[in-house]
């Protein structure tokens, strides 16, 4: 092993961890958001108005993807839903780029790693992306295509028993399978979206008196569980390998790939080279982003960074996720409209910056290896109550904090353990989520007496797991 190997190593691992300890705290936050956002933001009444491929149609799509957060993966299998419920192909993919890109932590990650610049980009191109995407697909949509592969789908799903996951769409488990009290039966593909499915038709209260008791801080750790479940991997992956994409890819690498210069040409070049790069980087979600780091570190134009920031839909993995579900003719169809719009929108942007006077000067800060990471400064303290507020949300969620329970709160309908609060009225023991809960039933009990103290009295309840 050569002697300078090893001092290379530290120094790959330095920058990629020190990457992370600089975003840790935004990507935290991010979550916690957008947990809060997927708690207690109807999604059912979101789908349900998707409408068409018009632009009423594609606003809602895109707005539900922005507030429906998740990993590459999980993106394209809750399209996969909603494809076979009938919406339409344009919806479909503005919904699968908004819930990756367009979203809290993905865009404080960009603005913390890339600055102010890359994240109006990514916010304005993203908007400007699904704009050209939609006209894109209405102009060479082959339906007749389209509409036989939905029918295949559900016949195949229909032939091999397939149920899906009601909470994110994804293919249920015969493990995860409760009762609900209509008799119909449920799949689930985790037990963390059986919990949540269990916690949202438990709960009926308002979200401020929720966010009160531990039910619905219950919610939301589980929610916060999960959307870290989903995206470790790629977040990990992403930051160690922009360390060592910034030590020992030399610059004549990038000065092959990418050409130099401010002509349209080489902006052109760099955009499509930039989505090249993204589809065989296996790295998506917001693990693209410390990658993109590295490619800004290289040398490589705002339309190159931005683009493959756009393309973490169209990796070598994803692609194959289409593949299995769609077919190759399906899969060459999404991929080529996706890389057109990505690539044309990261040169749109480029443009757009160059006439404004607002892309970024390369020149203007230290590099990488220049950067000290681990310092007692703003980023020490953000991270120290980030990491507590994670620390809370997990101990709620792994202590079972308000978990579905054997009771039901008949303030705010979450169900409880009979550890909590109770309070007895005409006979009638009731048991409650909080003290909070238990304060509004004794004001007014014969507001809530009504309520079945027992969740599970009638047969096919939802607590039987």
């Given at each position: 092993?050569?002697?300078?190997?090893?001092?290379?190593?530290?120094?790959?691992l330095?920058?990629?961890?020190?990457?992370?300890?600089?975003?840790?705290?935004?990507?935290?936050?991010?979550?916690?958001?957008?947990?809060?956002?997927?708690v207690?933001?109807?999604?059912?009444?979101?789908?349900?108005?998707?409408?068409?491929?018009?632009?009423?149609?594609?606003?809602?799509?895109t707005?539900f993807?922005?507030?429906?957060?998740?990993?590459?993966?999980?993106?394209?299998?809750i399209?996969k839903?909603?494809?076979?419920?009938?919406a339409?192909v344009?919806?479909?993919?503005?919904?699968?780029f908004?819930?990756?890109?367009?979203i809290?932590?993905?865009g404080?990650m960009?603005?913390?790693?890339?600055?102010?610049?890359?994240?109006?980009?990514?916010?304005l191109g993203?908007?400007?992306?699904?704009?050209v995407?939609?006209?894109?697909v209405?102009?060479?949509?082959?339906?007749?295509?389209?509409?036989?592969?939905?029918?295949?789908?559900?016949?195949?799903?229909?032939e091999?028993?397939?149920t899906e996951?009601p909470?994110c769409?994804?293919?249920g488990?015969?493990?995860?399978?409760i009762?609900?009290?209509?008799g119909?039966t449920?799949?689930?593909c985790?037990?963390?979206?059986?919990?949540?499915?269990?916690?949202?038709?438990?709960?009926?209260?308002?979200?401020?008196?929720?966010?009160?008791?531990?039910?619905?801080?219950?919610?939301?750790?589980?929610q916060?569980?999960?959307?870290?479940?989903?995206?470790?991997?790629?977040?990990?992956?992403?930051?160690?390998?922009?360390g060592?994409?910034?030590?020992?890819?030399?610059?004549?690498?990038?000065?092959?790939?990418?050409?130099?210069?401010?002509?349209?040409?080489?902006?052109?070049?760099?955009?499509v080279?930039?989505?090249?790069?993204a589809v065989l980087?296996?790295?998506?979600s917001?693990?693209?982003?410390?990658?993109?780091v590295?490619l800004?570190?290289?040398?490589?134009?705002?339309?190159?960074v931005i683009?493959?920031?756009?393309?973490?839909?169209?990796?070598v993995?994803?692609?194959?996720?289409?593949?299995k579900?769609?077919?190759?003719?399906?899969?060459a169809?999404i991929?080529?409209?996706?890389?057109?719009?990505?690539?044309f929108?990261?040169?749109?942007?480029?443009?757009l910056f160059?006439?404004?006077d607002?892309?970024?000067?390369?020149?203007?800060?230290?590099?990488?290896?220049?950067?000290?990471?681990?310092?007692l400064?703003?980023?020490?303290?953000?991270?120290?109550?980030?990491?507590a507020?994670?620390?809370?949300?997990?101990?709620v969620?792994?202590?079972?904090l308000?978990?579905?329970?054997q009771?039901?709160?008949?303030?705010?309908?979450?169900?409880?353990?009979?550890?909590?609060?109770?309070?007895?009225?005409?006979g009638?023991?009731?048991?409650?989520?909080?003290?909070?809960?238990?304060?509004?039933?004794e004001?007014?009990?014969?507001?809530?007496?009504?309520?079945?103290?027992?969740?599970?009295?009638s047969?096919?309840g939802?607590?039987?797991?």
């Amino acid at each position: 092993m050569p002697a300078a190997f090893i001092p290379q190593l530290v120094e790959a691992l330095r920058i990629g961890v020190g990457f992370l300890w600089t975003a840790a705290w935004a990507i935290i936050m991010g979550l916690v958001v957008t947990s809060l956002v997927q708690v207690y933001v109807s999604k059912d009444r979101m789908a349900a108005v998707l409408g068409e491929g018009d632009v009423a149609g594609v606003t809602k799509a895109t707005l539900f993807g922005a507030a429906s957060s998740g990993c590459s993966f999980g993106a394209v299998a809750i399209g996969k839903g909603l494809f076979k419920k009938g919406a339409h192909v344009v919806t479909v993919l503005a919904f699968m780029f908004a819930s990756t890109n367009l979203i809290v932590e993905l865009g404080l990650m960009i603005l913390i790693l890339l600055g102010w610049e890359f994240l109006v980009a990514e916010l304005l191109g993203g908007v400007i992306l699904i704009a050209v995407m939609a006209v894109i697909v209405h102009m060479t949509l082959p339906e007749n295509l389209f509409d036989r592969v939905r029918e295949e789908l559900n016949d195949r799903d229909r032939e091999h028993g397939v149920t899906e996951d009601p909470t994110c769409g994804m293919e249920g488990k015969d493990e995860y399978t409760i009762v609900t009290d209509g008799g119909e039966t449920l799949k689930f593909c985790s037990k963390g979206c059986m919990e949540t499915y269990q916690q949202q038709t438990a709960g009926s209260g308002d979200w401020r008196d929720e966010l009160l008791s531990w039910g619905g801080w219950y919610k939301v750790g589980n929610q916060y569980r999960k959307e870290w479940s989903m995206l470790y991997t790629d977040v990990i992956a992403g930051f160690l390998i922009s360390g060592f994409v910034i030590v020992f890819v030399p610059q004549w690498v990038w000065n092959s790939l990418f050409l130099q210069g401010d002509s349209l040409v080489a902006s052109a070049e760099n955009a499509v080279m930039g989505v090249a790069i993204a589809v065989l980087s296996f790295v998506g979600s917001m693990g693209n982003v410390p990658f993109a780091v590295a490619l800004w570190g290289g040398g490589v134009s705002f339309a190159g960074v931005i683009a493959f920031v756009y393309a973490d839909l169209i990796t070598v993995p994803v692609l194959n996720v289409y593949r299995k579900y769609y077919g190759l003719q399906v899969m060459a169809y999404i991929l080529g409209v996706f890389f057109v719009t990505m690539a044309f929108t990261g040169f749109l942007m480029e443009q757009l910056f160059e006439a404004l006077d607002i892309v970024p000067n390369l020149a203007g800060g230290m590099t990488a290896s220049e950067q000290t990471y681990f310092e007692l400064n703003y980023t020490f303290y953000l991270n120290l109550i980030a990491f507590a507020l994670s620390g809370f949300l997990l101990f709620v969620y792994r202590r079972g904090l308000g978990a579905p329970g054997q009771y039901r709160d008949p303030v705010c309908g979450m169900r409880t353990t009979g550890d909590g609060p109770t309070a007895t009225h005409d006979g009638e023991t009731y048991h409650f989520c909080s003290r909070h809960c238990k304060q509004a039933f004794e004001e007014t009990p014969g507001d809530f007496a009504t309520v079945e103290p027992v969740a599970d009295a009638s047969a096919g309840g939802h607590d039987h797991h």
